[in-house]
């Protein structure tokens, strides 16, 4: 929701093509494989299939520190 995103949040969003998987380690071909950075620079957030295309959004290592996944009223 616009307005709760925690400061210093970052995402990452990438049209994953299909015949790779968003695992950080697999046997198969990664999406880290055509990405300008490695596994570790993304907050792991599931699989998707290999055959499976569309928008994978993921944040940021760096923000996760401070992102919550449940917004503060404080």
Do not use: Q
Request: charged letters at 15%; a negative charge; hydrophobic letters at 35%.
């Amino acid at each position: 929701m616009a307005g709760n995103a925690p400061p210093g949040l970052r995402v990452v969003a990438f049209h994953k093509p299909p015949g790779l998987v968003t695992a950080a380690r697999d046997p198969l071909p990664t999406i880290y494989s055509v990405l300008p950075f490695g596994p570790d620079a993304l907050l792991p957030v599931g699989r998707l299939d290999r055959e499976t295309e569309g928008l994978y959004c993921s944040p940021t290592m760096a923000s996760s520190s401070t992102a919550s996944p449940i917004p503060s009223d404080t």
